[in-house]
């Protein structure tokens, strides 16, 4: 009897081997797999019934409640049904006593089985602890309803087959239990373990080959590529083929590749384990392209060699950004000059006492601010930008720096030179660069020294000292420079208004004239005079069209006209002895009324010397000939001067131009 069971029980053991290691589980879950696993598993029922222990005729005993019953523990409800009703059929098929004692016990181990299945099995599969000792308690609780399913044995045979039959059922049943069940266990684990280095293998080979990035692994002690994606083929522009024959190094910018094998030798060692840098790779056109570049080791390898993996990002596109932002940071935009930021940078880099003694230039440019008032800053800019290229050469010359230092401020560094050497340097650059011209203006430029001979003297010095040697040099400049500007751009708003000279000549004809008849000073008439002749010298700023202008003005164009006291007070205030004359220029479009142009002055307020240039301005105005409206006689202009006095013009003023210098009653008009 005993060795009937061991046999039962050895088949069905190696029964199950064979199942767990067949290829079924390939098949995609769903009721086609279901069905064939019942199928397969009621088949291997049927062949453990076939060799049962037989009592007598119509009772017998196999282990088909163990099949049955791990049956439900793993492969679940419906596979194990299908099972069962196959077995059902044959036991019924075989008939006998005991036909519904052993399909009961097939239901209870379909019962069991399928009720761990449902609250335990997940856990097994979600990898969760489950405690093995559940196996050989599932397989006692089966093995216990089996025995008390003999109690269904008719002729009172039911005893005398439980003492039979019971010992054997519930030692050798619960441990068969627990071991086929520890059997699936563990192909269950190496069936899902497999299923996940596949699923990793899939997944990484899909980022491997669709990634953003240039991936490749890398033979480190050869340094050729074991494999690559079409991304980094892409970017260091070779064919597979052709890099295959190419290390890493070969197309490393040779510049880089220090840093490159530094970093690689840690990695070698094993002292880090990944690193990432900013390098160039040399492509096959012979271009450079800026990749940043992430490096691990990779452990593990089955052939044990030692692997590297390295991710590769093209960032050509962002270094020419930061390129493009940096030179924008440190440079000039108008002169393409280094500026202040990068000055002090390379006053940085020049601090060293192998460069010593270092010698530091400053310069600018005088009267600057007089070319941007008369012709606008479209003027300051075509001077500056001309000194910037002839700077430019200069340095190139000498091997030496310029920068833009500040609006008008130029600056060279000067390395291992001499006090001598740079006052010499100085020397050229004033022959070669003064007097710079822009629009027929000519500008001087001042210069400033000084020199760096140790580590103990500080930057800020160096550079506090040159600027004091550039103010001393601007001290003993020749006062007439820029006199002689204001008379350069009033020849240059002649010349381009003819009228503009006529007038300016009768209106200071006129004016020094009323300050006569007023009783001024003959140094007061004589500034009078000089006023007269500067009072729109603003109008250089106006264009010429506007000036000579037919029509109408439109407002645009009027308030262009309006601003020219403004710029002439800028002019003219810019040089010293001018000052006191700037402001009768500021205001001789100001009214008594207060209505005037450009500060709203009203009375007294306005200075009796721009009252004065106002009454001759208006007077000459009026009697000469306008494209716009005919000339007026000198009757006709004398009345308006009468009508528009103490609202536009002086009263008093009025009254002694029009009866001293134009010998006309006042009463009468």
């Known amino acids: 009897m005993v060795l009937d069971i061991l046999f039962n029980i050895a088949m069905l053991l190696s029964l199950s081997i064979v199942y767990t290691t067949h290829n079924l589980r390939r098949l995609k879950a769903g009721p086609l797999r279901n069905l064939i696993m019942g199928i397969i598993i009621g088949a291997v029922g049927i062949l453990i019934m076939s060799r049962p222990f037989v009592y007598q005729e119509g009772v017998f005993f196999d282990s088909r409640t163990i099949l049955i019953g791990v049956s439900g523990m793993f492969f679940g409800l419906i596979s194990t049904s299908i099972a069962s009703l196959i077995m059902i059929v044959f036991r019924l098929f075989i008939g006998g006593s005991g036909a519904l004692t052993g399909i009961l016990s097939i239901l209870c181990s379909l019962g069991v089985g399928t009720?761990?299945?449902?609250w335990?099995?997940?856990?097994?599969?979600?990898?969760e602890p489950v405690a093995r000792f559940e196996f050989y308690l599932v397989g006692l609780v089966i093995s216990v309803l089996e025995v008390l399913s003999f109690l269904t044995i008719p002729n009172q045979a039911q005893f005398e087959i439980a003492k039979l039959m019971s010992i054997p059922i519930l030692i050798l049943y619960p441990v068969v239990i627990y071991l086929l069940s520890l059997l699936l266990t563990i192909q269950l684990r190496e069936h899902t373990l497999a299923n996940q280095l596949r699923l990793s293998e899939m997944r990484f080979k899909l980022i491997f080959r669709d990634a953003p990035m240039g991936v490749t692994m890398t033979d480190t002690l050869t340094g050729k590529a074991l494999e690559v994606n079409q991304r980094y083929l892409d970017i260091i522009g070779y064919s597979r083929e052709e890099y295959s024959k190419l290390t890493w190094m070969d197309i490393t910018h040779p510049d880089d590749l220090a840093i490159a094998q530094e970093e690689f030798e840690l990695l070698y060692r094993g002292e880090i384990d990944f690193y990432a840098i900013d390098k160039r790779y040399l492509r096959k056109d012979g271009s450079q392209v800026w990749v940043h570049i992430a490096v691990s080791r990779l452990e593990g390898t089955l052939d044990k060699r030692h692997v590297h993996l390295c991710m590769v990002t093209d960032i050509t596109a962002r270094k020419e950004s930061e390129r493009a932002l940096y030179y924008a940071n440190t440079h000039d935009p108008l002169t393409d000059?280094?500026?202040?930021?990068?000055?002090?940078?390379?006053?940085?880099?020049?601090?060293?006492?192998?460069?010593?003694?270092?010698?530091?230039?400053i310069f600018d440019i005088n009267g600057l601010k007089l070319v941007n008032d008369a012709f606008g800053t479209e003027g300051g800019d075509e001077l500056l930008v001309k000194l910037a290229n002839e700077v430019k050469i200069i340095g190139e010359e000498k091997g030496t720096p310029c920068f833009r230092i500040g609006g008008d401020s130029f600056a060279f560094i000067l390395t291992n030179r001499s006090k001598q050497e740079i006052q010499e340097l100085i020397k050229e650059l004033q022959g070669r660069l003064n007097p710079i011209q822009v629009q027929n203006v000519e500008l001087t430029i001042s210069f400033g020294m000084a020199l760096k001979y140790d580590s103990f003297m500080s930057i800020d010095e160096v550079i506090k000292r040159a600027e004091n040697d550039l103010n001393r040099s601007k001290l003993s400049e020749n006062p007439s420079s820029r006199s002689r500007a204001v008379n350069t751009i009033l020849s240059a708003l002649l010349e381009k208004n003819p009228r503009e000279e006529l007038h300016s000549r009768r209106v200071s004809e006129l004016a020094s004239r009323l300050g006569a008849h007023y009783g001024l000073s003959l140094k007061e008439v004589g500034e009078l005079k000089t006023v007269g002749l500067l009072h729109d010298i603003g109008k250089i700023a106006i264009d010429e069209t506007i000036l000579n202008k037919a029509d109408k003005l439109t407002t645009e164009e009027w308030e262009a006209i309006k601003r020219h006291p403004e710029t002439g007070w800028r002019i003219l205030s810019s040089v010293g002895e001018f000052g006191e004359l700037a402001t009768y220029v500021l205001t001789h479009h100001e009214r008594i009324d207060g209505e005037g142009y450009p500060l709203g002055l009203k009375g007294d307020a306005i200075p009796l010397q721009a009252r004065m240039i106002a009454i001759a301005d208006a007077y000459d105005a009026m009697t000469s000939e306008r494209t716009y409206r005919a000339k007026l006689s000198k009757e006709e202009a004398a009345k308006e001067l009468k009508t528009h006095a103490s609202t536009q013009f002086d009263v008093a003023l009025a009254r002694l131009f029009v009866e001293k210098e134009l010998s006309l009653v006042w009463e009468d008009l």
């Open 115 to 118: 009720l761990w299945h449902r």
């Open 337 to 361: 000059l280094g500026n202040r930021l990068m000055f002090e940078e390379a006053l940085k880099q020049h601090n060293r006492e192998e460069l010593y003694p270092m010698g530091l230039i």
């Open 120 to 127: 335990r099995y997940p856990k097994l599969i979600e990898e």
